[in-house]
């Protein structure tokens, strides 16, 4: 049970009220990108490669523009005029807006059109000519530094292989001694699939240049306004666009996932056209668009090894990545961190060596990645190392779940140095996997397993205990391009004691008009319903930089808390002006000070803000607002412990998932009912990956699964009816304890599901299956082992 | 080519000159500017654009506006009555039923129909019901709930709880 301070009427943390941001969404009043309509708006639209690498001979539009109603073609030698046919990506890499020469993905833009409707812009795509002389791409990424691979970048200086970086953490020596000597090391060879968010709103912009007031509104479907306004300055600056003359509004958000952080090519096209004709631009792309050419996640191939004792102790852990990059690394991590947080790969448990590299390359593949619901590559790191526990587990021939419980780390050894060189906050992981498997009957469930096993049936049950990190960053660390990680929040409580609360973050169905509203009521004692939030314009909201990677809990919802309090200690003087007592007489309860020892002499929170523009306190400011930028001390560590239950049937190797049970520890809880709907939709975004979502290219670099038609997204009859819950260890350096959870779930499951999945079949030799393990991959391995003809 | 059309929308009669081309969900978010129709694909896969065409669930992209002639059209915004919001958005909004409620607008008005011809559907039926429409964000734990809550409540039943359940 959850201990809520507060009473219910005034909603503060722990209370699962209903969402505020509900009512216009179940009426169809939303208001997302593509329903902006603008006076004089033009519509864009994109012609793209149908080669993954090709020159490009020549671009008729002739055709195209004598439809009536285009009103421009434009090209990338269009582009080049003003120096914007390339930007920077987040990574200090390189993209281009539109090429000049060459194409490097299939997919990729090659030209805009521009024309007074979208169908007809559709017909200007249609009508435009590209003649091209297709090469042969690099696809296979173990292939990128063969001496025969061609060289996908010879615009970048100096740049003689397709390697873009190399990465380590953690100590090599040490590690590879503790390998050397110990009596069981373990293996495996693993891929964590290409996957797409495919959030169901594609993305898109309406670009709107006055030029009569030099000044730009950008609606866009974007998770970081403050950061993409600032791009746009830094990009844009050289044509007189600076940051004052710039808008950037982002209107409600359909899902977002990390995919709607980049900048994308088709966002810039339609700003230099709104610049260069005056008009709005508007500019959505289509899905296929989406699934084929904005940014992927994951593409990591992954040497997992464990080195441990006889009895079941790990004692180090190694890891080696191959990162498909495509053709640049427009990765959204934090600069610092080219592999993200890869490095929390150590996981749950208590050992001391650790030795991580990665090395990324180039092929002709769309770029990326994003990161996909997850803060920054941990859920590629949390598959690694939960695969690689089970693999262990069973060559020392003990139970996975004993030797997780013999392994965690433990609750009073927090806050615990990783060999990585993160400290994790807390956590009691020993707890959550007790309560996991107390609701499932875990040992009932072995024993049905084994007499399954001997009628020659196959179920399987999978275990992974996770440790995330999110809540990026403390300043010391984390930047992207340059702007530290802090996150703000702006509290106005206006006389009548209602308030507006205004952050640099951007929810895309987080739930943030309650839930940040929740936090304010915990600190003030304002009911929850008379705080309106806002986000998502750079013209009134502080900067921040936005929501992904689980941070706006930890960081803009740390600085709501933070401003509250201001907000109290203010209060505090004004309720003792108020009542001629002393400040230290007073005590506080959620909505109103009292005097110590005589409870009816009080007042209330919203008398307090009356008299702070009515009756203040001479010598002291008038009016009750507050602004906090907060920069985090650490990072937080949610963890989880998740079981999953498959029944596979033997000769069709179709696999059904029984049960799945998720127990959270994401610290204290703002609205439960809000984070259970986070962990329901993150655990069928870990299953998605698991069991049915993957990017497939062929040879020559076509994308075989490009639409929704064909790319698998679970609907209700795939995912199970899960089942979740939590245990609660506060972070400590967190001003209301709170982790942040919208990820844990889609990095927890998949190691969970392939775990199930593959103790279903292990008995018969099998130590790993890839994701998604689909019913033929697992037929087909079947078959390997001999278990098919 | 152009033809003229009258279709009522949400009770309303309205004689448009369209483009044959012109698809029926674009006749709705421009032309009549009822934007809570949404787009989310290019294959009929999604299911974000349902609309009630005569009473029966329909993609709204995968259908010509001029197949629409003369038919009657329901869209989210003609789910709430005088009354107040109906028992399917209220059930959304009492069960957490979405989150960036991109889908939802299309997911309830394919609801509509299946309670219509189903007033007390199983968990299993409500999830092949619902499968031609795609959700990303809640995982459809709760719009399984919020389809039972809006069931009981349309048939007069006591209304099940809204508090989330946890395992302990
Ligand atoms: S928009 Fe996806 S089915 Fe109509
Ligand atoms: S609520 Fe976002 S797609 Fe369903």
Not at chain 1, 752 to 758: E, F, G, R
Not at chain 2, 80 to 88: D, F, N, S, W
Not at chain 2, 92 to 97: A, D
Not at chain 2, 105 to 134: A, D, H, Q, V, Y
């Amino acid at each position: 049970m959850i201990k809520c301070k507060t009473s219910r009427e005034i909603g503060g943390m722990g209370h699962s009220i209903k969402r505020k941001e509900d009512d216009r969404f179940i009426q169809g009043k939303g208001n997302y990108v593509d329903d902006v309509k603008l006076p004089g708006m033009l519509y864009m639209d994109i012609v793209r490669s149908p080669y993954a690498y090709a020159k490009i001979k020549n671009i008729d539009a002739s055709k195209a523009l004598e439809i009536e109603g285009v009103v421009a073609v434009v090209t990338g030698k269009d582009l080049e005029q003003y120096n914007l046919h390339w930007m920077p990506t987040l990574m200090s890499d390189t993209q281009m807006v539109l090429p000049t020469d060459t194409v490097m993905y299939q997919a990729q833009e090659v030209a805009a059109v521009i024309a007074t409707s979208r169908y007809l812009a559709r017909d200007g795509k249609e009508a435009v000519r590209v003649e091209y002389e297709p090469m042969s791409p690099l696809m296979d990424p173990y292939k990128a530094l063969d001496d025969d691979a061609p060289l996908l970048r010879p615009d970048k200086e100096g740049k003689t292989d397709n390697h873009i970086w190399h990465w380590e953490a953690g100590d090599k020596e040490k590690t590879d001694s503790v390998f050397e000597a110990a009596d069981v090391v373990v293996k495996e060879q693993m891929h964590i699939p290409r996957i797409h968010v495919a959030s169901i709103e594609t993305c898109g912009c309406v670009a709107s240049y006055d030029k009569v007031e030099n000044h730009l509104t950008m609606y866009m479907t974007t998770q970081a306004p403050h950061a993409i306004r600032t791009v746009i300055a830094l990009v844009a600056g050289h044509v007189g666009l600076t940051e004052e003359k710039i808008r950037v509004i982002s209107p409600d958000i359909g899902g977002g996932f990390g995919g709607k952080v980049p900048v994308y090519p088709g966002y810039v096209i339609a700003i230099a056209v709104s610049f260069l004709t005056g008009a709005p631009i508007k500019w959505i792309e289509d899905r296929s668009e989406n699934l084929q050419a904005d940014s992927f996640a994951r593409d990591y191939h992954i040497t997992a090894e464990m080195a441990g004792t006889k009895e079941g102790k790990i004692l180090a852990t190694r890891f080696k990545v191959l990162a498909d990059h495509g053709y640049t690394d427009a990765s959204a991590n934090p600069s610092k961190f080219p592999t993200g947080l890869f490095s929390i790969g150590t996981g749950s448990y208590d050992y001391n060596a650790s030795f991580m590299e990665a090395d990324a390359v180039y092929t002709n593949k769309p770029p990326g990645g994003v990161a996909y619901r997850c803060s920054f590559r941990v859920t590629e790191a949390v598959h690694a190392i939960e695969r690689i526990t089970d693999t262990f587990a069973r060559e020392v021939g003990i139970d996975p779940a004993d030797l997780r419980m013999q392994n965690f780390i433990k609750k009073e050894d927090f806050p615990w140095q990783s060999p990585t060189g993160w400290e994790y906050d807390s956590g009691d992981y020993h707890a959550g996997l007790e309560l996991a498997m107390k609701t499932v009957d875990y040992h009932a469930l072995r024993k049905e397993q084994a007499e399954k096993r001997a009628q020659g049936k196959f179920m399987g049950i999978g275990i992974s205990t996770f440790t995330e990190i999110v809540g990026a960053g403390p300043s010391k660390d984390f930047d992207i391009l340059g702007i530290k990680m802090f996150d703000s929040a702006e509290i106005r409580v206006h006389p009548t004691g209602k308030a507006i609360a205004r952050f640099g973050t951007k929810s895309q169905g987080q739930g943030h008009e309650t839930t940040y509203a929740q936090i304010v009521a915990e600190e003030l004692g304002i009911p929850a319903e008379h705080i309106q939030i806002e986000e998502g314009d750079t013209d009134t909201a502080p900067y921040g930089l936005g929501t992904y990677a689980s941070r706006s809990t930890p960081t803009a919802g740390a600085a709501a808390a933070m401003a509250a309090r201001k907000l109290r200690k203010k209060a505090k003087k004004i309720a003792a002006y108020l009542m001629e007592v002393s400040e230290d007489d007073l005590e506080w309860e959620p909505g109103k000070f009292f005097v110590k020892g005589a409870p009816e002499k009080s007042k209330t929170i919203q008398e307090i803000v009356f008299a702070a523009y009515t009756n203040h306190p001479q010598g002291m400011e008038a009016g009750f607002e507050a602004t906090h930028y907060y920069d985090p001390p650490n990072l937080t560590f949610p963890s989880g412990a998740y079981i999953c239950i498959v029944d596979i049937d033997e000769e069709t190797c179709d696999i059904k998932i029984r049960r799945f049970v998720a127990i959270d520890d994401c610290g204290n809880i703002i609205n439960p009912m809000i984070v259970q709907g986070q962990v329901h939709g993150g655990l069928t975004q870990g299953l998605a990956p698991a069991m049915y979502e993957e990017l497939i290219y062929d040879e020559s670099g076509n994308i075989l699964n490009g639409t929704l038609m064909d790319y698998l997204v679970p609907t209700a009859v795939e995912s199970p009816s899960w089942e979740t819950g939590h245990t609660v260890t506060p972070s400590p350096h967190h001003p209301i304890g709170a982790k942040g959870v919208g990820e844990s779930p889609t990095v927890g499951a998949p190691p969970a599901i392939a775990n199930a999945i593959v103790d279903a079949v292990a008995h018969l030799g099998i130590s790993h299956l890839e994701i998604p393990i689909t019913p033929f991959k697992l037929f087909k391995e079947l078959k390997k082992v001999g278990y098919f003809k | 080519m152009k033809k003229e059309i009258t279709v009522t929308i949400n009770g309303t009669p309205q004689t448009l000159e369209v483009e044959n081309r012109l698809l029926l969900v674009h006749l709705i978010r421009e032309n009549v500017s009822l934007t809570g129709t949404h787009i989310g694909c290019d294959t009929s896969s999604c299911g974000a654009c349902t609309v009630l065409i005569d009473g029966k669930s329909a993609k709204s992209c995968t259908v010509l506006a001029v197949q629409a002639d003369g038919k009657e059209i329901t869209t989210v915004e003609g789910l709430a009555t005088a009354e107040g919001i109906h028992p399917i958005q209220e059930g959304f909004k009492e069960n957490h039923g979405l989150h960036c409620g991109f889908c939802t607008p299309g997911m309830m008005m394919r609801i509509k129909e299946l309670l219509e011809k189903n007033p007390n559907p199983t968990e299993e039926e409500i999830r092949w019901g619902i499968s031609g429409n795609l959700c990303r964000c809640t995982g459809y734990n709760n719009i399984v709930k919020a389809v039972q809550y809006a069931s009981a409540k349309m048939r007069g039943e006591e209304l099940p709880s809204t508090e989330p359940e946890f395992v302990s």
